[in-house]
Nanobody, 122 residues
Framework: QVQLEESGGRLVQAGGSLRLSCTAS????????MGWARQAPGKEREFVAVVSWSGRSTDYADAVKDRFTISNDNAKSTVYLQMDSLKPEDTAVYYCIAHPVWIDRRLILDYWGQGTQVTVSS
């Protein structure tokens, strides 16, 4: 059974930085893409970022491009999200996501973590 466990969410001031981590377990994740989605209060879940298994391909939502960086460590089955220049509108529950080969922005996938809360104060 696939399990995705996030960590790193906390309260941070606007302009600050935070790094989220997600470790996957339960199967062989060769050639799986991993990424992040988020859900702000009163809003639908939205795509944030994805990285291919090789690490050579990435995609970012326009709202986070140039501020967030996704990376992975396949030896640890772990994906990271480095978040810089955080804004209050980045406040959300951040979910780790995983899917074979790739994850598109429609978030049609089966595997989600439980989420970690990120709160950015102004």
């Amino acid at each position: 059974q696939v399990q995705l466990e996030e960590s790193g969410g906390r309260l941070v001031q606007a302009g600050g930085s935070l790094r989220l981590s997600c470790t996957a377990s339960g199967r062989d994740f060769d050639n799986w893409a991993m990424g992040w989605a988020r859900q702000a209060p009163g809003k639908e879940r939205e795509f944030v970022a994805v990285v291919s298994w090789s690490g050579r391909s990435t995609d970012y939502a326009d709202a986070v491009k140039d501020r967030f960086t996704i990376s992975n460590d396949n030896a640890k089955s772990t994906v990271y999200l480095q978040m810089d220049s955080l804004k209050p509108e980045d406040t959300a529950v951040y979910y780790c996501i995983a899917h074979p080969v790739w994850i598109d922005r429609r978030l049609i996938l089966d595997y989600w973590g439980q989420g970690t809360q990120v709160t950015v104060s102004s």
